[in-house]
Protein backbone atom coordinates (compact mmCIF):
# COMPACT_ATOMS: atom_id res chain seq x y z
CA UNK A 1 0.00 0.00 0.00
CA UNK A 2 1.18 3.38 -0.62
CA UNK A 3 1.09 5.65 2.27
CA UNK A 4 3.32 8.48 1.02
CA UNK A 5 2.18 12.15 -0.22
CA UNK A 6 3.47 15.27 -0.23
CA UNK A 7 2.92 15.84 3.53
CA UNK A 8 1.55 19.01 3.79
CA UNK A 9 1.19 20.63 7.39
CA UNK A 10 -1.89 22.51 8.96
CA UNK A 11 -2.94 25.23 7.64
CA UNK A 12 -4.51 28.29 8.91
CA UNK A 13 -7.66 27.46 6.93
CA UNK A 14 -7.27 23.86 8.55
CA UNK A 15 -7.17 25.46 12.58
CA UNK A 16 -9.61 27.87 11.60
CA UNK A 17 -12.07 24.63 10.31
CA UNK A 18 -11.28 23.06 13.46
CA UNK A 19 -12.00 25.49 15.81
CA UNK A 20 -15.01 25.57 14.26
CA UNK A 21 -15.66 21.97 14.31
CA UNK A 22 -14.91 22.29 18.45
CA UNK A 23 -16.69 25.75 19.05
CA UNK A 24 -13.36 26.00 21.26
CA UNK A 25 -10.93 29.15 20.68
CA UNK A 26 -7.58 28.25 18.78
CA UNK A 27 -5.31 28.52 22.38
CA UNK A 28 -7.36 25.58 23.58
CA UNK A 29 -6.86 23.52 20.66
CA UNK A 30 -3.27 24.62 20.45
CA UNK A 31 -3.16 23.27 24.16
CA UNK A 32 -4.82 19.94 23.47
CA UNK A 33 -1.91 19.56 20.23
CA UNK A 34 0.75 20.30 22.11
CA UNK A 35 0.23 18.11 25.17
CA UNK A 36 -1.76 15.04 23.88
CA UNK A 37 -0.39 14.85 20.61
CA UNK A 38 2.95 13.49 18.38
CA UNK A 39 3.60 17.01 17.38
CA UNK A 40 3.59 16.45 14.21
CA UNK A 41 1.78 14.22 11.74
CA UNK A 42 4.14 13.00 9.70
CA UNK A 43 7.34 11.06 9.34
CA UNK A 44 10.49 13.18 7.32
CA UNK A 45 9.93 10.18 4.31
CA UNK A 46 6.30 11.98 4.25
CA UNK A 47 4.04 9.02 5.86
CA UNK A 48 1.98 9.55 8.77
CA UNK A 49 3.21 8.89 11.86
CA UNK A 50 1.47 5.67 12.90
CA UNK A 51 1.82 3.25 16.11
CA UNK A 52 0.58 -0.35 15.18
CA UNK A 53 -1.02 -2.32 18.18
CA UNK A 54 -0.78 -5.99 18.40
CA UNK A 55 -2.92 -6.76 20.92
CA UNK A 56 -5.81 -4.76 18.95
CA UNK A 57 -5.04 -6.87 15.68
CA UNK A 58 -5.43 -9.82 17.84
CA UNK A 59 -8.62 -8.91 19.17
CA UNK A 60 -10.26 -7.99 16.18
CA UNK A 61 -8.79 -10.77 14.52
CA UNK A 62 -9.77 -13.35 17.14
CA UNK A 63 -6.39 -14.39 17.69
CA UNK A 64 -6.23 -16.40 14.50
CA UNK A 65 -3.04 -15.09 13.50
CA UNK A 66 -0.99 -14.63 16.85
CA UNK A 67 1.00 -18.45 16.18
CA UNK A 68 3.80 -17.58 14.25
CA UNK A 69 3.66 -13.44 14.01
CA UNK A 70 3.47 -12.80 17.96
CA UNK A 71 5.34 -9.69 16.55
CA UNK A 72 1.71 -8.29 15.06
CA UNK A 73 -0.60 -10.26 16.92
CA UNK A 74 -0.50 -11.27 20.64
CA UNK A 75 -2.60 -10.42 23.56
CA UNK A 76 -0.19 -8.39 25.14
CA UNK A 77 0.48 -4.59 23.94
CA UNK A 78 4.03 -4.25 22.82
CA UNK A 79 6.51 -4.84 20.34
CA UNK A 80 6.95 -1.62 18.97
CA UNK A 81 9.64 -0.98 16.42
CA UNK A 82 8.78 3.12 16.55
CA UNK A 83 8.93 5.73 13.24
CA UNK A 84 9.50 4.42 10.20
CA UNK A 85 9.65 0.51 11.80
CA UNK A 86 5.74 0.48 12.50
CA UNK A 87 4.90 0.54 8.53
CA UNK A 88 6.56 -2.95 7.98
CA UNK A 89 4.54 -4.57 11.11
CA UNK A 90 1.39 -3.00 9.59
CA UNK A 91 2.24 -3.89 6.37
CA UNK A 92 2.77 -7.74 7.49
CA UNK A 93 -0.67 -7.49 9.18
CA UNK A 94 -2.38 -5.97 6.03
CA UNK A 95 -1.13 -9.16 4.00
CA UNK A 96 -3.22 -11.47 6.72
CA UNK A 97 -5.75 -8.70 6.86
CA UNK A 98 -5.97 -5.82 5.56
CA UNK A 99 -9.12 -4.24 7.59
CA UNK A 100 -8.38 -5.48 11.17
CA UNK A 101 -5.02 -4.17 9.91
CA UNK A 102 -5.71 -0.41 8.87
CA UNK A 103 -8.16 -0.10 12.29
CA UNK A 104 -5.14 -1.65 14.78
CA UNK A 105 -2.80 1.13 14.17
CA UNK A 106 -3.17 4.83 15.74
CA UNK A 107 -2.51 7.79 13.00
CA UNK A 108 -1.30 10.73 12.24
CA UNK A 109 -0.83 13.53 15.27
CA UNK A 110 -3.98 13.07 17.24
CA UNK A 111 -2.89 9.20 16.88
CA UNK A 112 -6.38 8.12 16.68
CA UNK A 113 -7.03 4.31 16.42
CA UNK A 114 -8.34 2.96 13.20
CA UNK A 115 -10.92 1.18 15.03
CA UNK A 116 -12.79 4.89 15.71
CA UNK A 117 -13.17 5.56 12.27
CA UNK A 118 -16.64 6.52 12.57
CA UNK A 119 -16.35 8.23 15.91
CA UNK A 120 -13.49 10.26 13.43
CA UNK A 121 -15.81 11.45 11.29
CA UNK A 122 -15.53 8.91 8.51
CA UNK A 123 -17.50 6.06 6.66
CA UNK A 124 -14.79 3.11 6.17
CA UNK A 125 -11.54 2.79 7.44
CA UNK A 126 -9.89 3.37 3.96
CA UNK A 127 -11.66 6.74 4.21
CA UNK A 128 -9.73 7.40 7.20
CA UNK A 129 -6.15 6.17 5.54
CA UNK A 130 -6.93 8.32 2.74
CA UNK A 131 -7.35 11.70 4.83
CA UNK A 132 -4.36 10.70 7.36
CA UNK A 133 -2.36 10.05 4.47
CA UNK A 134 -2.99 13.16 2.84
CA UNK A 135 -2.26 15.66 5.35
CA UNK A 136 -2.41 17.48 8.88
CA UNK A 137 -5.99 19.30 8.16
CA UNK A 138 -7.70 15.94 7.52
CA UNK A 139 -5.68 14.39 10.50
CA UNK A 140 -6.94 17.08 12.78
CA UNK A 141 -10.18 17.03 11.68
CA UNK A 142 -10.47 13.45 12.33
CA UNK A 143 -9.08 14.44 15.86
CA UNK A 144 -11.54 16.99 16.81
CA UNK A 145 -14.64 14.75 15.27
CA UNK A 146 -13.08 12.13 17.72
CA UNK A 147 -13.13 14.47 20.83
CA UNK A 148 -17.02 15.80 19.72
CA UNK A 149 -18.16 12.30 19.00
CA UNK A 150 -16.64 11.62 22.99
CA UNK A 151 -18.46 14.80 24.05
CA UNK A 152 -15.49 16.74 25.09
CA UNK A 153 -15.93 19.67 22.83
CA UNK A 154 -17.57 21.49 25.75
CA UNK A 155 -15.06 20.61 28.34
CA UNK A 156 -12.60 22.07 25.70
CA UNK A 157 -14.56 25.13 25.13
CA UNK A 158 -14.41 25.63 29.30
CA UNK A 159 -11.58 24.62 29.59
CA UNK A 160 -12.22 22.26 32.48
CA UNK A 161 -8.96 20.00 31.76
CA UNK A 162 -9.92 17.94 34.25
CA UNK A 163 -12.96 16.52 32.48
CA UNK A 164 -11.17 17.25 29.47
CA UNK A 165 -8.02 14.78 30.53
CA UNK A 166 -10.72 12.48 32.29
CA UNK A 167 -12.61 12.19 29.34
CA UNK A 168 -9.30 11.87 26.89
CA UNK A 169 -7.14 10.00 29.23
CA UNK A 170 -8.81 7.50 31.12
CA UNK A 171 -9.33 7.54 34.78
CA UNK A 172 -6.22 7.46 35.90
CA UNK A 173 -4.85 10.58 34.17
CA UNK A 174 -3.79 12.27 37.23
CA UNK A 175 -0.81 9.86 37.10
CA UNK A 176 0.67 11.94 34.02
CA UNK A 177 -0.22 15.22 35.31
CA UNK A 178 -2.54 15.86 31.73
CA UNK A 179 -4.96 18.03 33.89
CA UNK A 180 -1.96 20.78 35.37
CA UNK A 181 0.10 19.83 31.75
CA UNK A 182 -2.71 21.00 29.51
CA UNK A 183 -3.45 24.19 31.96
CA UNK A 184 -0.31 25.11 31.66
CA UNK A 185 -0.03 24.50 27.87
CA UNK A 186 -2.83 27.09 27.64
CA UNK A 187 -1.56 29.44 29.53
CA UNK A 188 1.16 29.80 27.27
CA UNK A 189 -0.66 29.82 24.43
CA UNK A 190 -2.73 32.43 25.05
CA UNK A 191 0.28 34.37 25.36
CA UNK A 192 1.62 33.10 21.74
CA UNK A 193 0.63 31.08 19.51
CA UNK A 194 2.54 28.97 16.99
CA UNK A 195 3.15 31.00 13.87
CA UNK A 196 1.96 28.20 11.48
CA UNK A 197 4.16 29.69 8.04
CA UNK A 198 7.13 28.93 10.20
CA UNK A 199 5.80 25.49 11.43
CA UNK A 200 5.26 24.72 7.00
CA UNK A 201 9.04 26.07 6.78
CA UNK A 202 10.00 23.19 9.60
CA UNK A 203 8.23 20.54 7.92
CA UNK A 204 9.74 21.43 4.68
CA UNK A 205 13.03 21.51 5.79
CA UNK A 206 12.84 18.15 7.77
CA UNK A 207 11.56 16.79 4.36
CA UNK A 208 14.78 18.12 2.96
CA UNK A 209 17.25 16.01 5.83
CA UNK A 210 17.85 19.44 7.56
CA UNK A 211 17.32 19.48 11.24
CA UNK A 212 14.91 22.78 12.04
CA UNK A 213 14.23 20.63 15.77
CA UNK A 214 10.68 20.60 16.30
CA UNK A 215 8.01 20.94 14.18
CA UNK A 216 6.31 23.67 16.50
CA UNK A 217 5.80 27.17 14.63
CA UNK A 218 8.59 28.54 17.21
CA UNK A 219 11.68 30.40 16.51
CA UNK A 220 14.62 28.70 18.38
CA UNK A 221 18.35 28.20 17.85
CA UNK A 222 17.82 24.94 15.01
CA UNK A 223 15.65 26.26 13.31
CA UNK A 224 17.61 29.63 12.02
CA UNK A 225 20.81 27.39 11.89
CA UNK A 226 18.44 24.61 9.76
CA UNK A 227 17.81 27.70 7.85
CA UNK A 228 20.97 29.43 7.14
CA UNK A 229 21.71 26.00 5.97
CA UNK A 230 19.18 25.44 3.25
CA UNK A 231 20.00 29.35 2.32
CA UNK A 232 23.57 28.41 1.65
CA UNK A 233 22.67 25.42 -0.17
CA UNK A 234 20.00 27.44 -2.20
CA UNK A 235 22.56 30.50 -2.99
CA UNK A 236 20.03 32.76 -0.97
CA UNK A 237 21.26 35.19 1.76
CA UNK A 238 22.25 34.07 4.99
CA UNK A 239 19.81 35.15 7.39
CA UNK A 240 18.46 32.37 9.18
CA UNK A 241 15.43 34.51 9.12
CA UNK A 242 12.16 32.81 7.00
CA UNK A 243 11.85 36.18 4.56
CA UNK A 244 9.78 35.88 1.14
CA UNK A 245 12.78 34.72 -1.13
CA UNK A 246 13.51 31.62 0.97
CA UNK A 247 10.23 30.34 2.21
CA UNK A 248 9.16 30.91 -1.87
CA UNK A 249 12.11 28.71 -2.87
CA UNK A 250 11.62 25.95 0.10
CA UNK A 251 8.17 25.52 -0.35
CA UNK A 252 8.30 25.41 -4.19
CA UNK A 253 11.44 22.71 -3.60
CA UNK A 254 9.38 20.70 -0.88
CA UNK A 255 5.36 20.77 -2.21
CA UNK A 256 5.58 21.56 -6.04
CA UNK A 257 3.12 19.59 -7.44
Not at 115 to 127: K, L, Q, R, S, T
Not at 179 to 197: E, F, H, S, T, V
Not at 220 to 238: C, D, H, K, N, V
Request: charged content about 25%; overall charge neutral; aromatic content about 8%.
Amino acid sequence: MNFHSQGRPLSNEGMDQICSALGAPAPAVWSVLTVETRGFGFLQDRRPQILFERHIFHKLTNGRHDSGHADISSAKAGGYAGGTGEYPRLEKAVSLDREAALQSASWGIGQVMGFNYEAAGFVAIDDMVAAMVKDENGQLLAMANFIKGNKLAGALQRQDWVSFARGYNGPEFRKNEYDARLAAAYAKCRLMLPDLALRTAQAALLYLGIDPGPIDGFRGSRTRSALMQFQQQSGLRETGELDHDTERKLLAEVFSD
